[in-house]
T-cell receptor, first 115, second 113 residues
Framework: AQTVTQSQPEMSVQEAETVTLSCTYDTSESDYYLFWYKQPPSRQMILVIRQEAYKQQNATENRFSVNFQKAAKSFSLKISDSQLGDAAMYFCAYRRGTSGSRLTFGEGTQLTVNP | AAGVIQSPRHLIKEKRETATLKCYPIPRHDTVYWYQQGPGQDPQFLISFYEKMQSDKGSIPDRFSAQQFSDYHSELNMSSLELGDSALYFC????????????FGPGTRLTVT
């Protein structure tokens, strides 16, 4: 079974600074996808970024980028120029490369942004 | 852009009652997923459907059943409710295809008293 681990229950960052959230996963599959989701106090789950395992290039979406280390099974999220609106719970998630397959989430990291 | 619609948004039921949660996916999305999120926990996968057929099954209790209809909307039926069923229930939808992004609805908050 696949597992996803987020070892940082809480992180904080100063506004405009950069923060990196860690995630590791375990799988025997060769075809899979990784995601970061954001859950603000509204509890809405918002997709932040997606990475295909077969791609060596790290995904980037505006201020959000990932460091995908396939051999180490590591998938960290870097948030640059942090904003107050970035404060949320962040979940790392894994998905097999099969249509209709589930997301397996990590435990989450609560990010606080200090003004 | 249209998002996933879930109804009702809030539901209060007593123990041993039945509840039905509905999910309307994003237009043209043909795959629907159900997740349960308890307080302070990450979302746990329950079940998914593609073209009205079950495509994946997680730790869904036998008391729960779900289906997807011809218009792609889905319903999660929960019977003999227990206090432990109190949670936020998310529906997500995606296009078919491996690795397709799943977009989540706002969730239905179920409280069992």
């Amino acid at each position: 079974a696949q597992t996803v681990t987020q070892s940082q229950p809480e992180m904080s960052v100063q506004e405009a600074e950069t923060v990196t959230l860690s995630c590791t996963y375990d799988t025997s599959e060769s075809d899979y996808y990784l995601f970061w989701y954001k859950q603000p106090p509204s509890r809405q789950m918002i997709l932040v970024i997606r990475q295909e395992a077969y791609k060596q290039q790290n995904a980037t979406e505006n201020r959000f980028s990932v460091n995908f280390q396939k051999a180490a099974k590591s998938f960290s999220l870097k948030i640059s120029d942090s904003q107050l609106g970035d404060a949320a719970m962040y979940f790392c998630a894994y998905r097999r490369g099969t249509s209709g397959s589930r997301l397996t989430f990590g435990e989450g990291t609560q990010l606080t942004v200090n003004p | 852009a249209a998002g996933v619609i879930q109804s009702p948004r809030h539901l209060i039921k007593e123990k041993r009652e039945t509840a039905t949660l509905k999910c309307y996916p994003i237009p043209r999305h043909d795959t629907v997923y159900w997740y349960q999120q308890g307080p302070g926990q990450d979302p746990q996968f329950l079940i998914s459907f593609y073209e009205k057929m079950q495509s994946d099954k997680g730790s869904i209790p036998d008391r729960f059943s779900a289906q997807q209809f011809s218009d792609y909307h889905s319903e999660l039926n929960m019977s003999s409710l227990e206090l432990g069923d109190s949670a936020l229930y998310f529906c997500a939808s995606s296009l078919a295809g491996e690795g397709a992004e799943q977009y989540f609805g706002p969730g239905t908050r179920l409280t069992v008293t």
